[in-house]
T-cell receptor
Framework: SQKIEQNSEALNIQEGKTATLTCNYTNYSPAYLQWYRQDPGRGPVFLLLIRENEKEKRKERLKVTFDTTLKQSLFHITASQPADSATYLCALPTGTASKLTFGTGTRLQVTL | DVKVTQSSRYLVKRTGEKVFLECVQDMDHENMFWYRQDPGLGLRLIYFSYDVKMKEKGDIPEGYSVSREKKERFSLILESASTNQTSMYLC?????????????FGAGTRLSVL
């Protein structure tokens, strides 16, 4: 069956370091992959979309890679700040047209 | 900016009550979704709608129904609330398919069923 895996353990890093979050999937061949940010008690907010033919995508301090052979996406935040502390979700298109399946998310905690 | 508004942030209901959760979007989006989010289980799709009066079951539709009478409004109905429906409920909308399929979420409704 289709499965999306994100590290359920929180990632704790120091301010200024690069945070790297992982999204692994099995039994999918997605045309694209998305990353969302979710703050406590709020709905997810879209960050980045990367297509299957793109190896890497950047937006300000964010970088996403997509390896369709490894079936993995990496999400990097460079020069991390306490304000980057949140849960980050990856999402893949599944089934009918606009449906997405979300990973369970990884909580990032950036400390001073 | 796209705005998705959920009618309540917090709701407390009793077992057996009929519960309505309302969601309104202001961007003329075709597709709307209802999810529930529970610790360790992530976001799970309850129902979605790709047009007015059209709906499809998601992964966990049991105990829920939906209504979409107008394009901008998508309602989730708990016919007879049960304690296992205590959860965070999130509504989302999206304009299109493929790489236009960016989902915009409401702030969520935290429902407690006692």
């Amino acid at each position: 069956s289709q499965k999306i895996e994100q590290n359920s353990e929180a990632l704790n890093i120091q301010e200024g370091k690069t945070a790297t979050l992982t999204c692994n999937y099995t039994n999918y061949s997605p045309a694209y992959l998305q990353w969302y940010r979710q703050d406590p008690g709020r709905g997810p907010v879209f960050l980045l979309l990367i297509r299957e033919n793109e190896k890497e995508k950047r937006k300000e301090r964010l970088k996403v890679t997509f390896d369709t052979t490894l079936k993995q996406s990496l999400f990097h935040i460079t020069a991390s700040q306490p304000a980057d502390s949140a849960t980050y979700l990856c999402a893949l298109p599944t089934g009918t047209a606009s449906k997405l399946t979300f990973g369970t998310g990884t909580r990032l905690q950036v400390t001073l | 900016d796209v705005k998705v508004t959920q009618s309540s942030r917090y709701l407390v209901k009793r077992t057996g009550e009929k519960v309505f959760l309302e969601c309104v979007q202001d961007m003329d989006h075709e597709n709307m979704f209802w999810y529930r989010q529970d610790p360790g289980l992530g976001l799970r799709l309850i129902y979605f709608s790709y047009d007015v009066k059209m709906k499809e079951k998601g992964d966990i539709p049991e105990g829920y129904s939906v209504s979409r009478e107008k394009k901008e409004r998508f309602s989730l109905i708990l016919e007879s609330a049960s304690t296992n429906q205590t959860s965070m409920y999130l509504c989302a909308s999206t304009l299109g398919v493929g790489t236009k399929n960016i989902q915009y979420f409401g702030a969520g409704t935290r429902l407690s069923v006692l």
